[in-house]
């Protein structure tokens, strides 16, 4: 097992020497496996871990958990740090879910752990069965090809050494350990859309069509990012080829008039005839951050790669994409195809895209 997950950190680089690595950590199965590997080799790969716990404050059980943690953190001279938080509270006062508004508590913790400690990374115990899981939940979202990537060994400095594991293995590797998991009682109520999927669809799909389908959906996952790392190449050299004016923002100026005559310069070069459409940039009002885009390049691109580069130019913008729906998309591109001045579209209340002039402006409002 030790061997695995050694063999997965070199596979993906997840972790270099001398780091200082962030453990998220339940007191479960998973996340228990994870700590007591990377506890075994942190000599090996020469790296300092430290242990972030939060309490839920949901289950009555969850007190002796926060101890378990507790515990072996000072059994094995790992620095813990622990967090309680009344998420259900929490959650009605926000108007949000109890799942996600546990998530929201929980990532923020781990990220606040990792600036107190300066950590390089952090790892999250996701195995294979929580892809294959989330795989199938996008599916029945309709998901694109970026759904079907499921959850990547690494996205930024949070890391997954466990995602080639199988729960089997992990169950059996606290057996082996003598690691006395805890065991989270919600993950057996079925009132979740993941608990269904994890209960009674999987089984289900073992038993009726292919006893195999965790492998098999990790296998397309695999394809899945390996279509996807190409399709970004492409949308990346495409958004190049097409981009006239870009100010995001790291060139964003003080005060905004300084902003627009500072960047004229930049526009003229880019743009043919840079003095008639300079002048009605220079009189539009300026956005603090805003993306312009050649429209007779755009419309000549393939669909499927216009509507990524929109996705893409408007994640640059946003540093998100969150609540850009395929309808957006769909709405964007006739937007643009359709080439009609003084019409505008806000797809998600925080961008504004609009032509004129032969350009696509977006803008982040």
């Known amino acids: 097992m030790e061997d695995k997950v050694i063999e997965t950190i070199r596979k993906y680089n997840l972790i270099n020497s001398n780091e200082k690595i962030v453990v998220a950590v339940s007191g479960g199965p998973d996340s228990m496996c994870l700590l007591n590997i990377l506890k075994t080799i942190r000599e090996q790969f020469s790296i300092e871990i430290f242990v972030a716990h939060i309490n839920h404050m949901i289950r009555e059980e969850a007190d002796s958990e926060t101890e378990y943690v507790k ?17 259900l509270e929490m959650a009605k006062e926000q108007k ?15 990220e606040y752990v990792a600036n107190q400690v300066s950590a ?13 899981e989330t795989i199938l939940m996008n599916l029945m979202r309709g998901a694109s090809l970026e759904g079907l990537k499921g959850i990547e060994p690494i996205r930024g400095k949070y890391i997954r050494p466990l995602i080639e594991c199988n729960r089997e293995e ?25 608990n269904k999927i994890r209960n009674l669809l999987i089984p289900y799909i073992k038993k009726e069509f292919n006893p ?16 996807s790392a190409y399709f970004n190449k492409i949308v990346q050299e495409e958004y190049n080829n097409i981009v006239v004016f870009e100010n ?18 930049d526009i003229e070069d880019k743009i043919e005839k840079p003095n008639d459409f300079t002048k009605k940039v220079i009189e539009i009002e300026q956005p603090s951050e805003q993306i312009i885009l050649d429209l007779k390049k755009f419309n000549k691109l393939e669909y499927v790669i216009k509507s990524r580069v929109l996705l893409y130019t408007i994640n ?24 009609v001045g003084n019409k505008y579209l806000i797809p998600n209340k925080n961008v504004k895209i609009f032509v004129k002039k032969g350009k696509i402006f977006l803008s982040k409002l």
């Open 71 to 87: 515990k072996y953190c000072e059994r094995n001279n790992i620095k813990c740090f622990i967090k309680r938080a009344k998420v």
């Open 96 to 110: 949000k879910g109890t799942e996600e508004m546990g998530r929201i508590v929980r990532y923020d913790f781990f």
């Open 120 to 132: 390089d990374k952090i790892a999250v115990a996701h195995t294979e069965n929580d892809n294959a």
């Open 170 to 194: 992990i169950e059996k590797y606290c057996e082996d350990n003598n690691l006395d998991p805890k065991f989270d009682k919600t993950n057996n109520d079925n009132t979740y859309t993941r």
């Open 212 to 227: 195999n389908i965790i492998s098999t959906l990790n296998r397309l996952s695999v394809l899945a990012r390996q279509d």
């Open 248 to 265: 995001i923002g790291e060139i964003k100026q003080n005060a905004e008039y300084s902003m627009i005559e500072t960047n004229k310069k």
């Open 316 to 339: 640059k913008l946003l540093g998100t994409t969150k609540g850009i729906e395929k309808i957006n998309v769909e709405d964007m591109i006739k937007l643009c195809d359709k080439n």
